[in-house]
């Protein structure tokens, strides 16, 4: 019930090489070898973009961008254990680098690494106090660890930054639930279905609350409005929490912002 998974994400580029004499030299620079291996990873050329980008490194080492970008491309193609290494890089070379502490950290979720996780989400934290999506991430990595008390102290944070967020309020409803603070449940559950009627797993969830509370008739009744939001919860047994899961900076093909 408290279990999640955990994801990342991706960007791409191309070289070519001339001669001039007896020593090769890159006919493009690290910029347009970057470029090419995003298209690379958008065509899915897992292989060729990280080539790429080890060409752009060779040619600047000390760029932290092109270790980040080729953490994307090598999650993109499933090998995880390089990803980590190549973020673990950009950090050496850029400690402030919010996006890779979080990315870093959130593929150590991935790998059930979770205290490994936290310390990375935390690292984030600490260089942006404000950091919505760092603190959203290290409080499921914390419901993971089954340490509710500060779950839920990381959603209540993350909601005063975003009160609007229903994301926040519902896993903030499940941390709730699972530590057995069911009232705070209830009112998490229902702060998300005031935000967005249309919620089905808050209703879902509320339900699972209610019934805890036994308060039947409410839990019924809820989970009849999930059935009618999306006839599919009426497979999930109990309560649902595989929509949490600490997310990447960047989405598949999307640059990540404030490089």
Same mark, same amino acid.
């Given at each position: 019930?408290?279990?999640?998974?955990?994801?990342?994400?991706?960007?791409?580029?191309?070289?070519?090489?001339?001669?001039?004499?007896?020593?090769? %030299?890159?006919?493009?620079?690290?910029?347009?070898?970057?470029?090419?291996?995003?298209?690379?990873?958008?065509?899915?050329?897992?292989?060729?973009?990280?080539?790429?980008?080890?060409?752009?490194? %060779?040619?600047?080492?000390?760029?932290?961008?092109?270790?980040?970008?080729?953490? $994307?491309?090598? *999650?993109?193609?499933?090998?995880?254990?390089?990803?980590?290494?190549?973020?673990?890089?950009?950090?050496?070379?850029?400690?402030?680098?919010?996006?890779?502490?979080?990315?870093?950290?959130?593929?150590?979720?991935?790998?059930?690494?979770?205290?490994?996780?936290?310390?990375?989400?935390?690292?984030?934290?600490?260089?942006?106090?404000?950091?919505?999506?760092?603190?959203?991430?290290?409080? /499921?990595?914390?419901?993971? /660890?089954?340490?509710?008390?500060?779950?839920?102290?990381?959603?209540?944070?993350?909601?005063?930054?975003?009160? %609007? !967020?229903?994301?926040?309020?519902?896993?903030?409803?499940?941390?709730?639930?699972?530590?057995?603070?069911?009232? &705070?449940? *209830?009112?998490?559950?229902?702060?998300?279905?005031?935000?967005?009627?249309?919620? !089905?797993?808050?209703?879902?969830?509320? !339900?699972?609350?209610?019934?805890? $509370?036994?308060?039947?008739?409410? %839990?019924?009744?809820?989970?009849?409005?999930?059935?009618?939001?999306?006839?599919?919860?009426?497979?999930?047994? &109990?309560?649902?929490?595989?929509?949490?899961?600490? &997310?990447?900076?960047?989405?598949?093909?999307?640059?990540?912002?404030?490089?």
């Amino acid at each position: 019930m408290t279990t999640r998974s955990v994801l990342l994400m991706l960007v791409l580029g191309s070289l070519v090489v001339t001669g001039v004499g007896c020593t090769p %030299a890159p006919a493009h620079g690290p910029d347009v070898l970057l470029e090419r291996a995003k298209l690379r990873r958008r065509d899915q050329k897992w292989d060729e973009s990280v080539q790429l980008l080890t060409d752009a490194i %060779a040619l600047t080492p000390e760029d932290a961008k092109l270790h980040y970008e080729r953490a $994307l491309t090598h *999650v993109s193609a499933g090998h995880l254990e390089l990803a980590v290494a190549d973020y673990d890089q950009a950090i050496k070379l850029r400690p402030e680098y919010v996006e890779a502490h979080n990315n870093r950290a959130a593929l150590l979720g991935q790998l059930k690494r979770f205290d490994e996780a936290a310390a990375g989400f935390s690292r984030a934290i600490e260089i942006n106090g404000n950091d919505l999506l760092a603190l959203r991430n290290r409080g /499921l990595v914390y419901h993971d /660890l089954k340490d509710y008390t500060k779950s839920i102290a990381d959603f209540d944070r993350a909601i005063q930054i975003d009160p %609007a !967020s229903v994301e926040c309020w519902f896993m903030r409803g499940n941390a709730c639930l699972d530590g057995d603070k069911l009232d &705070e449940a *209830v009112r998490s559950f229902t702060e998300a279905i005031r935000i967005n009627p249309q919620h !089905s797993m808050s209703f879902l969830n509320r !339900s699972h609350a209610y019934e805890k $509370l036994g308060q039947t008739a409410l %839990a019924a009744k809820d989970l009849a409005r999930a059935k009618s939001i999306n006839p599919e919860v009426g497979i999930v047994s &109990e309560a649902s929490t595989e929509e949490e899961a600490p &997310e990447p900076t960047a989405a598949p093909d999307q640059t990540p912002t404030n490089q």
